[in-house]
């Protein structure tokens, strides 16, 4: 079995929520990202989403654009994210990995995604491809890799259904009409929202975009399976960029999974 | 005179395998509302009245196809004729799609009008049509944009509008577009997004070429009215691609007529520091469509080089592809040092300064009219007037004021 499927499926039978963290590969540089890998593991992370820079990442807020500037400064491609999983890898082969990024960059790197083996990413995320397009649509069908798509709040009725027929990994929920890094919660619509996805599928639907608190994460993983937090962390990476002291972000993890249990 | 045979986009959006909607879902609902309303009004005979009575009296529509005496007589291999898109009210083609599109917004109740622009002819032409409606106005531009156009940055300031510098990527039209999407996914239940090209996801390049061809259509009457016969050749310059998408389309079945596209050569096409991606780029995906792009191994978008900032997109309208992969248009490129000669002798001959973009298609006659007789017509079109690109004119020339 994927082993973002079971890892969710797992947490699910035990009563738990996931705790998704995302960092951009190559920001400050790949050392720390695999170290940072390693921290988000050890403070309670259970699923890893690496952020694959692009020059045009439209659905970005500020702090995750920089990152990608960052990031590209240092040259990273996909490629080189490929090979950081696989050293990760050689000490973890149970926290599943997923990629976020953008169509461009994965169709420039088709052959190199087709060969991935089983001990490496799990799930690739395409922020603009419709929900209703997989991975497949592209010519990448890898039977180690499943597909995460995403809903909104502006997603109609007959496009949830397509959505979450059409996703294999798990439903990315995004709170918020903006980009990553908002704020404003509107709660009461993110539960009517995630409660409608439910009706018609049974794979796991995680909270993402604006989620910045210890009680944001609390309040959304009563009706979610799970949440997912971005520009926080990769605000703190970025303010620990030359220090390389990334203890506080441990720690910011370790309450956001205190949080959601 | 329109088609029935070439008959794109598709359902889905796509000319051929270009196009298409790549969007974060958040945007779908925005763009299916777009297309539900255009496919409504499209056929509406009060929206296509007012549609061109605006046209008409507040553009100042039909722009003549002017004959280029001296032009002509320099070249001495057929006669060229100038499409006047420079006397439209604001100065460019641009007003033709941005009248159509606030329309759209008027009837879709939306209040608040969104625009990115390069060299801000587009910012001024939504600007334009925003104040002309009351609706509050913003407008992306990339902020070394802002700098070279500073002219128009305050005709868009005294026109009502916001300008927003942007400072990301290489702070020109593609980060501009960038950030002009991600404040349509922040607004996007109130806000209409004016794109300002034949670009973006699906059902932009539709709507914004079905506007522009008003370009075309009258070329077509004006062509038979002047000289009795179709052009031999139509020249336009290619940035996004609106200006010739609008003079080309309703020439797609006129097969005598060869549809020339002049690309931003920057420095030269060999040296890579250009804005040419239908000469020298690989098809991709930005901005929501799949389309030839400038990019490298790994997928990232190249920077871009050209004088004229209007031309300086990594991308194309999708399609100019379509059109180029399937024979129909010739696509070609012109440097930015044979731009600027063309800027100074169009204005020095025809008494037409024309805008940098503009240019571009006028340097493509050095070439073209060795390969034509005298009998043969040649159609320019004059996207729009240059009084824009004189701070950049006088800079390349040393001058200060």
């Known amino acids: 079995m994927n082993r973002l499927t079971s890892t969710l499926s797992n947490l699910k039978a035990n009563n738990q929520k996931a705790l998704v963290a995302y960092l951009v590969a190559g920001d400050p540089d790949m050392d720390s990202t695999l170290d940072l890998m390693h921290l988000f593991v050890e403070s309670g992370v259970d699923v890893i989403e690496i952020g694959v820079p692009f020059t045009d990442p439209i659905a970005e807020g500020p702090t995750i654009q920089r990152a990608h500037d960052r990031a590209l400064k240092n040259n990273i491609s996909l490629k080189m994210i490929l090979s950081l999983v696989d050293e990760f890898r050689k000490s973890n082969k149970e926290t599943p990995i997923v990629l976020m990024g953008y169509l461009n960059t994965f169709i420039s790197h088709i052959e190199l995604v087709q060969a991935t083996g089983k001990d490496g990413i799990d799930s690739i995320l395409v922020v603009d491809i419709p929900g209703e397009l997989n991975l497949e649509s592209y010519g990448i069908s890898n039977p180690n890799i499943n597909t995460i798509s995403l809903i909104s709040p502006t997603t109609s009725e007959n496009r949830v259904e397509l959505i979450a027929n059409n996703s294999t990994g798990f439903i990315y929920y995004v709170n918020l009409r903006g980009v990553t890094g908002s704020s404003n919660l509107n709660i009461s619509e993110i539960e009517n929202n995630i409660g409608r996805i439910k009706k018609y599928t049974d794979l796991p639907t995680l909270a993402g975009f604006g989620i910045k608190t210890a009680e944001d994460a609390k309040t959304l993983a009563k009706f979610s399976d799970g949440i997912i937090i971005g520009s926080s962390i990769v605000e703190m990476i970025n303010e620990a960029s030359t220090t390389k002291e990334f203890d506080r972000i441990g720690k910011y993890i370790k309450d956001m999974k205190i949080a959601i249990s | 005179m329109t088609s029935n045979k070439f008959n794109y986009p598709d359902k889905e959006g796509f000319f051929g395998e270009f196009g298409g909607k790549f969007v974060p879902e958040t945007l779908m609902y925005a763009l299916e509302e777009l297309e539900n309303t255009y496919s409504k009004l499209k056929d509406d005979k009060d929206f296509i009245k007012e549609f061109y009575s605006d046209l008409s009296a507040f553009v100042g529509r039909p722009s003549p196809l002017y004959f280029a005496q001296r032009l002509t007589d320099k070249y001495k291999s057929g006669n060229i004729w100038l499409k006047r898109e420079d006397l439209n009210h604001t100065g460019a083609h641009k007003i033709n799609n941005t009248v159509g599109q606030i329309l759209l917004a008027k009837h879709m109740g939306k209040k608040r009008i969104i625009a990115e622009t390069g060299a801000g002819q587009h910012g001024v032409a939504t600007a334009t049509v925003a104040a002309r409606l009351g609706l509050e106005c913003h407008i992306y531009m990339g902020s070394e944009d802002v700098r070279r156009q500073s002219l128009n940055v305050y005709r868009i300031k005294l026109l009502g509008a916001q300008v927003h510098a942007v400072d990301s990527g290489s702070a020109t039209l593609k980060d501009a577009l960038n950030e002009a999407m991600r404040d349509w996914v922040s607004n996007i239940d109130d806000t209409y997004y004016i794109i300002g090209s034949v670009t973006g996801p699906h059902p932009y390049p539709m709507i914004v070429r079905d506007f522009n061809s008003v370009v ?186």
């Open chain 2, 216 to 401: 075309g259509q009258e070329v077509i009457k004006q062509s038979n009215d002047l000289f009795n016969k179709m052009p031999d050749a139509i020249v336009a310059c290619v940035g996004g691609g609106s200006n010739a998408m609008g003079i080309f389309y309703p020439f797609i079945e006129v097969q005598e007529t060869r549809l020339i596209g002049v690309e931003a050569g920057g420095k030269g096409v060999s040296t890579g520091e250009h804005a040419a991606p239908l000469n020298d780029g690989t098809p991709g995906v930005l901005h929501g469509a799949r389309s030839y792009l400038m990019q490298d191994e790994a997928g990232q978008v190249k920077d871009t080089k050209s004088v004229s900032a209007g031309l300086d997109y990594p991308g194309v309208g999708p399609e100019h592809s379509w059109l180029k992969d399937i024979g129909r248009a010739e696509y070609v490129a012109v440097s930015d040092d044979d731009a600027l000669k063309a800027f100074h002798e169009v204005t020095e001959l025809e008494g037409i300064m024309p805008a940098l973009e503009t240019a571009h298609a006028f340097a493509y006659l050095e070439p073209l009219m060795k390969e034509l007789d005298s009998s043969s017509n040649v159609v320019i079109n004059v996207s729009g007037r240059g009084d824009k690109d004189i701070n950049t004119v006088a800079e390349i020339d040393g001058i200060e004021f």
